[in-house]
């Protein structure tokens, strides 16, 4: 109810961190165009394997000096996984602790996203994109509430036998087709891309295994660095023909992993991947890390170390848009800002900060990586104080979702979002 809303509103205000000034505006008007890693961990770039970069296009992207890129970036999904990568990102809200927070409350809830912020604010044309079924994670239903104008999925794709692997059409040809729908977006346009070759479980035809499976013997682990290669290609070739046309002058991109693509059921397997001698289970946790990185031109980048995850992404964007950002409903803070909390939450109240982690009910010293077994009493209190924060954001947020509240919250300069205003269907002429 209402009052629900006045204290989720309390805890935001107190909470709350002053947005980067410097970076303040920066990419103004520019197009955003996001790119949805699937499954794609931080630990892929700069990975070799038989002497070959796995994915060279995405760690030029890391290291250029155009790039915004983050090094202690986590994702932070539960079982709604690529669903609630997409939640966050749209509206800085958590999933929920079980399912999808998208397919159980996307037809019905109100939402303040980042599609309608952008359209209402500075009058953005918004779409995604996607090579597999719209229906999918509800989202022919959800981003109409989210305020998405336009969502192409499969049925606005040639599709062949060929085309197709896993969940929809391999990334190569998901982009080249795509092409001819954004170069109809009036601009600026946010859009996003979503990927899907690189997902579980890791296959993708002859023609395109460019670069060697792992040798762990674990079946489930060795094809990902194939998958994830070919899905660095297709971004190389996106990138190459925006980059022909110019539109890479006017844009921003956004590029993201949205989970991991090895679970912690394979402990070994990633050990060996990444040459350690055991895999513990901090270990897996710090490989809950994806990329972040923002690119465009004359952006004055780096790799910054600060600790923050997927909630955060829609402030850290609104503010390089130098789209005012104060009285909305969301749970990140910007990650320029020198104020930002870099306590990451994972769905499960586990959280990792540049100090100590939780996981599980053991806690750690980040910088060692070993268990702290015996804390003293102002440790033991630190402790517990981060992980009731974590707890009561994620149960605030949860309670946004369930109990709808943003029906109740109107701030002044926002228009509720109609969403049988959009209509998805494919015109056949
Ligand atoms: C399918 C894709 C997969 O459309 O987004 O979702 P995931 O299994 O990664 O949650
Ligand atoms: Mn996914």
């Known amino acids: 109810n209402v009052s629900d809303l006045q204290s989720v509103k309390k805890y935001l205000k ?22 949805h890693l699937e499954s794609f961990q931080q630990f892929l770039i700069d990975y070799k394997w038989k002497g070959k970069a796995v994915t060279p296009n995405l760690n030029k992207l890391y290291h250029s000096k155009n ?25 800085s809200l958590y999933g929920l602790q079980s399912g999808s927070a998208m397919s159980s409350y996307g037809t019905s809830n109100t939402f303040e996203s980042a599609p309608a912020i952008l359209k209402q604010k500075a009058n953005y044309t918004t779409a995604v994109m996607h090579g597999g079924a719209g229906s999918f994670w509800n989202r022919n239903n959800a981003y109409k509430q989210f305020g998405y104008q336009y969502f192409m999925p499969l049925s606005y794709y040639d599709n062949k036998p060929k085309y197709y692997i896993g969940y929809g059409l391999k990334d190569k040809i998901f982009f080249s087709q795509s092409i001819k729908y954004i170069e109809r977006l009036p601009q600026p346009f946010y859009l996003k891309l979503l990927t899907v070759t690189n997902h579980y479980p890791y296959e993708i035809d002859k023609k395109n295994q460019k670069i060697e499976r792992t040798d762990t013997g674990d079946e489930t682990v060795d094809g990902y660095v194939q998958t994830a290669h070919y899905l660095d290609q297709a ?38 991947l990444l040459k350690q001698a055991d895999f513990t289970n901090f270990d897996n946790l710090k ?25 955060d992404v829609l402030p850290t964007l609104l503010n390089l848009l130098g789209i005012n950002n104060q009285d909305t409903i969301q749970f990140g803070h910007d990650l320029l800002s020198s104020a930002a909390p870099q306590i990451v939450a994972q769905r499960n109240g586990d959280f990792i900060t540049p100090k100590y982690a939780k996981v599980g009910g053991n806690y750690y010293n980040t910088k060692t990586g070993l268990e702290i077994e015996h804390p003293d009493k102002k440790l033991k209190a630190e402790l517990v104080g981060l992980s009731n924060k974590v707890t009561t954001q994620l149960s605030l947020s949860d309670r946004v979702i369930t109990g709808n509240l943003l029906r109740f919250y109107k701030p002044k300069w926002f228009k509720k979002v109609a969403p049988h205003k959009y209509d998805y269907n494919e015109k056949k002429s």
Not at 16 to 31: D, F, Q, R
């Open 235 to 272: 971004v190389g070739e996106l990138l190459s023909w925006m980059k022909k046309t110019g539109l890479d002058q006017k844009t921003i991109l956004v590029l993201y992993g949205d989970h991991y693509g090895i679970s912690g059921n394979h402990h070994q397997a990633s050990a060996e």
């Open 14 to 35: 107190s909470n709350s961190v002053k947005p980067n000034a410097t970076y303040t505006g920066v990419a103004k008007g520019k197009n955003v165009l996001i790119i």
């Open 67 to 91: 790039s915004l890129s983050f090094a202690n970036f986590y994702n932070q999904v539960g079982q709604g996984k690529t669903s609630d990568a997409e939640m966050m990102l749209e509206n």
């Open 287 to 311: 490989f809950q890390r994806v990329p972040l990185i923002f690119n465009m031109r004359g952006l004055n980048g780096g790799i910054k170390k600060t600790y923050g995850g997927e909630i």
